[in-house]
């Protein structure tokens, strides 16, 4: 078994963005107050979750989050294709985010990963 990752990431919109930014955390998009936690990828799922969930959205955000900062909120659970993705039951705290900005990618396509300092 290969070890988890210490830090996922959360694409916002901007709105999201300056909600997280503006309250210092951040409750979850419609689908994930629907599921009850907020859904976070990890670098390598996260160009196939934005091509899947945010097709043709344009302005939208990464925020890279510190996983090691949430405890018994973050759960590794089986989702698409039956890898495993890191759910935050609970709010997003802007104190958890290492790094953040604007969804852009790479010239392979891939979406590039906010530099954390």
């Given at each position: 078994?290969?070890?988890?990752?210490?830090?996922?990431?959360?694409?916002?919109?901007?709105?999201?963005?300056?909600?997280?930014?503006?309250?210092?955390?951040?409750?979850?998009?419609?689908?994930?107050?629907?599921d009850g936690y907020v859904h976070l990828s990890t670098a390598d799922q996260?160009?196939?979750?934005?091509?899947?969930?945010?097709?043709?959205?344009?302005?939208?955000?990464?925020?890279?989050?510190?996983?090691?900062?949430?405890?018994?909120?973050?759960?590794?659970?089986?989702?698409?294709?039956?890898?495993?993705f890191p759910h935050l039951y609970g709010p997003l705290l802007l104190e958890?985010?290492?790094?953040?900005?604007?969804?852009?990618?790479?010239?392979?396509?891939?979406?590039?990963?906010?530099?954390?300092g």
């Amino acid at each position: 078994m290969s070890e988890r990752p210490l830090t996922a990431y959360k694409v916002l919109t901007a709105e999201q963005m300056a909600t997280l930014e503006r309250d210092g955390r951040f409750q979850g998009a419609p689908v994930d107050l629907a599921d009850g936690y907020v859904h976070l990828s990890t670098a390598d799922q996260l160009t196939e979750t934005v091509d899947k969930h945010f097709a043709g959205q344009s302005d939208l955000h990464v925020a890279a989050v510190d996983l090691g900062s949430f405890g018994e909120s973050l759960k590794w659970e089986e989702s698409r294709g039956g890898q495993l993705f890191p759910h935050l039951y609970g709010p997003l705290l802007l104190e958890t985010v290492v790094a953040y900005g604007p969804l852009e990618r790479n010239e392979d396509g891939r979406v590039r990963l906010p530099v954390t300092g």
